[in-house]
């Protein structure tokens, strides 16, 4: 059974930063890209960063670029995303999405290139 679970999530002031993690279970984690999405109430879902299977490569959204850092730790099975300098707009619900490497062949902000999801997880940015 595969598991991708978010953690790290919380209420932050605006300018402050959190670090969200997503371990996974059931896979090869190794084989595996994974991306970050979010999705605030009453907006389309967003691709927010992706990070390609060996960790050597990845992407960023246009509204987080400079602020946010993706990584991961493949004896871990985890991916992290560190989000500094957090604004109101980073307000969303947070989830990771994970797609075997060696077949993915859409643009990685393609949701339904996903099979695998977490639950999500809030972020909550106040001012």
């Known amino acids: 059974q595969v598991r991708l679970v978010e953690s790290g999530g919380g209420l932050v002031q605006a300018g402050g930063s959190l670090n969200l993690s997503c371990t996974t279970s059931?896979?090869?984690?190794?084989?595996?890209?994974v991306a970050w999405f979010r999705r605030a109430p009453g907006s389309a879902r967003e691709g927010v960063s992706y990070i390609i299977s060996s960790g050597r490569s990845s992407y960023y959204g246009d509204s987080v670029k400079g602020r946010f850092t993706i990584s991961r730790d493949n004896t871990k099975n985890t991916v992290f995303l560190q989000m500094n300098n957090l604004q109101l707009e980073d307000t969303s619900i947070y989830y990771c999405a994970a797609r075997l490497s060696r077949t993915a062949t859409t643009p990685w902000s393609t949701a339904e290139s996903y099979p695998y999801w977490g639950q999500g997880i809030q972020v909550t940015v106040s001012s």
């Open positions: 059931g896979v090869t984690f190794s084989d595996y890209s």
